[in-house]
């Protein structure tokens, strides 16, 4: 006797493997509302750090444009003057 032909054999492996999926179905079936809501709790804090990230972005961009600005009209102030420590407009 073939174990491969045997009809009750294929039986029964067709209704252990459909006690597994609804023993599956079952056990995920309060998880998935558990998966969704973890998703949105992950959603949401994605969406908060990427704000918080481009708020850091704009104030770095804030103080680098500041720095510009003082870097600016430090060397103005530098080429203001010829080297002998008084501005040149009060020269006579």
């Known amino acids: 006797m073939n174990i491969t032909s045997d009809p009750n054999l294929w039986v029964i492996c067709g209704l252990v493997f ?3 999926l609804l023993i ?3 056990l995920t079936a ?3 509302r558990k998966w969704k809501a973890r998703y949105r709790d992950e959603t949401t804090r ?3 750090l990427e704000r918080q990230h481009e ?3 704009s104030d ?5 444009k500041e720095w510009r600005e003082r870097d ?3 060397a103005a102030a530098i080429k203001d ?5 008084v501005r040149d407009d009060r020269e006579i």
């Open 24 to 26: 599956g179905a079952f």
């Open 46 to 48: 994605r969406e908060a």
């Open 18 to 20: 459909v006690l597994g």
């Open 55 to 57: 708020q850091h972005v």
């Open 30 to 32: 309060g998880g998935r």
């Open 72 to 74: 600016s009209l430090r």
């Open 81 to 85: 003057r010829d080297g002998d420590g």
């Open 60 to 64: 770095a961009e804030a103080r680098e």
